[in-house]
């Protein structure tokens, strides 16, 4: 396994080197289908992206504070929620990377004794458990179910998964410097998509970790798991949820040797081992992972899933 991917595997961790599939990736085309994507037009321009704050972490590549032009896209509004994604997989029959493999990366203190006992687990992150039958539909393992979560955001997703529903409807994944321009909302190089205050005022702007990781959440913003995608305020570009819940899938490669000039509509590395994901999520903390600030930035292999990470659409500008 690629280092940087292992390292990085604490907040979204990897599948192992050579765990078989249960079946081959489908060959076909997935067509287009229609998703009632609520889009929000960004007019793009020169931005400063990166970070050189004291509080991240260095070798994730965040820095260094670099100038940045992306040109005008649409971004969508919330990440993917289970109820879009159930309509995805009714119209295509597509089969997820979970499903395939047969086990989906569930937080531990979500499962019951039954399931816990005797889960692997990742040697540098064991609050993770795989669990057999894990899944979008099934984020808890066998019986559990979105039935009551159809606004929360679709997890257990991998970078391959988002792609083949960003083919069907219409859109694609955004590009890392696409993510962090939007999620900025216009504001210049502040720690949070709000502000340089985590609580401002008391009040909770997302949905991360409080209390002490990995044993004990409070749940003082209201959720130990996910919540609905539109739960808090949307940041100064309309978006919501561009911080915490859930972790969201990137177009580009990992890479973290960025020039300190000014670039163009950005792509990444040509290639490599894993995907960049942005935003942090329910289980970002403090005291381990503060990836949650907007500058933020970490990666996963393009087959992996977990319980906390999902996607968000994207799209050239009309």
Known sequence: MDPNVEKSGCCAPARSPGDPADESPPTRTIEAGHAPIRWVDLPGGEFLMGTDDPVGFPDD??????????????MAECPVTNDEFAAFIEAT??????ERYGWSFVFASFLPAQLRRGAPRPEQAPWWCGVSGAMWSAPEGPGSTVEDRGRHPVVHVSWNDAQAYCAWAGARLPTEAEWEYAARGGLIQKRYVWGDELVPDGVHMCNIWQGSFPTKNTAEDGYRGTCPVDAFPPNGFGLYNMAGNVWQWCADWWGVDHSPGRCVNPHGPKGGPARVI????????DSYCNRYRVAA???NEPDSTTGNTGFRCAADAR
Do not use: I, K, Q, W
């Open 93 to 98: 029959g597509y089969v997820t990377d979970a």
């Open 278 to 285: 942005r935003g942090g999520s329910y289980l970002c903390h």
């Open 297 to 299: 930035r970490t990666a």
């Open 61 to 74: 590549g965040e820095g260094p504070v670099r100038p940045v032009f992306v040109d005008a896209f649409r």
